[in-house]
């Protein structure tokens, strides 16, 4: 196989190692543990340093969402259509699991433009990025996690065995917010306005996906739109299993599983292959 090398500042890459396969990754990993480690310490710890409750934030957050979703419910400004359970645990974790997959896609998303500096003055195997981001996802992730599973039996709700697939059924969005986030990560580097165009859109699509309000819901077109939004079963799967102890929509559940299980490695793969080149055009710019 021919071997591609690009100049980076005073660090060669050859990215047709890339294509070596899984095991070279895997033994990357490995040889890196500790570098991951330093990352993700990094990654937890940098977004509180000069705030005075540091970390309680992240209990914070998810309270005030579903405070105000609550307040709307009760205006009578938002009507979510039968969902089950009471509204303040649907809610709540509907929007848990949101953030599941929002901050894995921005987190990566940033992957370039926060790590240029460090992926140009040193060399190391751009998985270790990755893995750094999807671990402090998931860390940051059970916090919140915990709040939901209090909120749920103080409202009555009965765990089944079901309730352990759980974190098996999370796995499929967060590799769903991966794969976009890696690839518009290439895109900040050559085409900044379709960036921002895909973020704003992120907001929107919160708005599109059965979050707040109950996926049977029948308004005009956007009922069309929940059917065929992935996020639709992504999301409404693993809160049905664990506030009701049901699984919704499997068969659909489980075509969106297979796209993101196909598409995310190839993502990964292109992102390890173009990442060089990208570094180079930050560079000239």
């Not at 957050?61 to 400004?77: D, K, Q, R, S």
């Not at 848990?96 to 997959?101: E, P």
């Not at 005009?220 to 996020?231: A, E, F, M, R, S």
Request: proline share 6%; aromatic share 14%; net charge positive.
């Amino acid at each position: 196989m021919r071997r591609s090398k690009v100049q980076i500042g005073n660090v060669n890459y050859d990215y047709g190692n890339v294509f070596q396969g899984w095991g070279h990754v895997m033994r990357n990993l490995r040889e890196y543990r500790f570098f991951i480690q330093q990352l993700l310490r990094i990654y937890l710890l940098a977004p509180f340093k000069k705030s005075l409750i540091g970390a309680m934030w992240l209990f914070i957050f998810p309270l005030l969402t579903v405070i105000i979703w609550i307040f709307l419910h009760g205006a009578g400004i938002v009507d979510p259509g039968e969902t089950g359970v009471p509204y303040p645990v649907f809610v709540l974790l509907g929007t848990t699991i949101w953030s599941l997959f929002i901050n894995i896609y921005k987190s990566s998303s940033q992957i370039i433009v926060d790590s240029g500096s460090l992926l140009v003055m040193n060399k190391f195997p751009y998985e270790t990025l990755i893995v750094g981001r999807l671990l402090e996802n998931i860390i940051t992730f059970s916090i919140p996690l915990v709040i939901n599973i209090v909120v749920l039996l103080f409202f009555g709700i009965k765990f089944t065995w079901l309730s352990l697939l759980f974190p098996l059924t999370l796995i499929p969005i967060l590799l769903f917010g991966l794969t976009i986030g890696l690839f518009v990560a290439l895109l900040r580097v050559v085409a900044v306005d379709l960036c921002n165009v895909v973020d704003e859109g992120m907001k929107v699509l919160m708005y599109l996906t059965p979050i707040v309000y109950a996926p049977k819901i029948k308004i005009g077109w956007l009922t069309h739109i929940i059917d065929y939004n992935p996020l639709t079963y992504l999301v409404g799967l693993p809160r049905d299993i664990l506030a009701q102890g049901e699984i919704y929509e499997p068969t659909k559940y489980l075509i969106c599983t297979a796209v993101v299980f196909i598409a995310c490695p190839l993502m990964i793969r292109f992102y390890l292959y173009t990442k060089p080149r990208v570094l180079e055009r930050l560079i000239n710019n």
